[in-house]
């Protein structure tokens, strides 16, 4: 694979990863609890690479031309976006000094943030359109690894865009209660917006 493709790749992956949805309002809500937007963010590029992995085996073109396996992961994934909205309209985060965090909720974090990303058909629908496109099936490398390696360039970009919007959230946030119970419920909000969203092209197709 040559430079310019890689770098073709990353400016339109940085596009999507600078937008804000999901992964965004998950990061925050990491930030906004304490320590754990490390671990949220290692889930959220847990769940991409999953959904790179799938692409590059090929399973992905078998899912997303089965209708079936397409609704059940579209609605299993707006079912747990709206969970996860909804806890925290009604439990609004707000960052405490010194906060202690239990160790069991790193995993919780980490397994939340995979499902976060990794249930969400729209990044399984983008993995699918875009990483193919930039392959050459004519290069030295196989497609599934150039695949692989594209993925990998888009999860380094996630880690680098989720841990300054976690991190960033906290740093600004942490003084202001109020505003960061607004915040919370915000990111609780656009959850549940995606989610909706999710369900009525599920339900309109």
């Not at 069991?104 to 974090?109: K, M, V, Y």
């Not at 996630?158 to 960061?180: D, K, T, W």
Request: positive net charge.
């Amino acid at each position: 694979m040559s430079l310019s493709i890689f770098a073709a790749f990353w400016a339109v992956s940085f596009l999507f990863v600078i937008t804000p949805g999901a992964d965004w309002a998950y990061a925050i809500s990491a930030g906004l609890v304490g320590r754990v937007v490390m671990p949220a963010v290692a889930g959220l590029l847990i769940g991409h690479l999953l959904a790179t992995l799938i692409v590059a085996a090929g399973v992905g073109g078998l899912v997303a031309s089965n209708p079936i396996a397409l609704s059940v992961l579209t609605v299993a994934g707006a079912a747990y976006l709206l969970w996860l909205g909804v806890n925290m309209l009604v439990h609004p985060s707000t960052p405490r000094a010194g906060e202690a965090q239990a160790s069991g909720s790193w995993t919780r974090w980490t397994f939340k943030g995979a499902c976060v990303s990794g249930l969400n058909p729209k990044v399984f629908l983008l993995f699918l359109a875009l990483l193919p496109q930039f392959t050459d099936p004519t290069a030295s490398w196989p497609v599934p690894m150039q695949i692989i390696a594209l993925g990998l360039l888009h999860a380094l970009s996630c880690g680098v865009i989720y841990l300054l919007v976690g991190f960033g959230s906290r740093a600004v946030l942490q003084a202001r209660p109020v505003a960061a119970q607004a915040v919370s419920r915000l990111s609780g909000a656009i959850m549940i917006m995606i989610a909706v969203l999710l369900l009525i092209d599920q339900i309109l197709r």
